[in-house]
């Protein structure tokens, strides 16, 4: 089993920054990605950033410029650096991975954290 723990939601004014944390724990042979979805109220859950083992992202246009993740595959922890925020980026983020468990795990399965509430309001 995996476990993804998120850390470092809040509130925070219109243009401010927060930086959230996700490490991924257990059974963990690989972690092909990691990445970050959010679900604000009465919508639908949206990617927002991903990364994988290579270092390749992709971010939802919505956060471009303004949001960048990061990996330290060693602790098996990401980062989301989150500047610049708008009232529009009010959501619940939650981590994301998916995870080859074992040599013979060849598509691997996905994980979710428990989620992390970010709010941003004057």
């Known amino acids: 089993q995996v476990e993804l723990v998120e850390s470092g939601g809040g509130l925070v004014q219109p243009g401010g920054s927060l930086r959230l944390s996700c490490s991924a724990s257990?059974?963990?042979?690989?972690?092909?990605?990691m990445g970050w979805y959010r679900q604000a109220p009465r919508k639908e859950r949206e990617l927002v950033t991903s990364i994988r083992g290579d270092g390749t992202t992709v971010y939802a246009e919505s956060v471009k410029g303004r949001f960048s993740i990061s990996r330290d595959n060693a602790q098996n922890t990401i980062y989301l650096q989150m500047n610049n925020l708008k009232p529009e980026d009010t959501a619940v983020y939650y981590c994301y991975s998916r995870v080859r468990t074992r040599i013979r795990d060849f598509s691997g399965s996905d994980y979710w954290g428990q989620g992390t509430q970010v709010v941003v309001a004057s």
């Open positions: 257990g059974s963990i042979y690989e972690i092909t990605i």
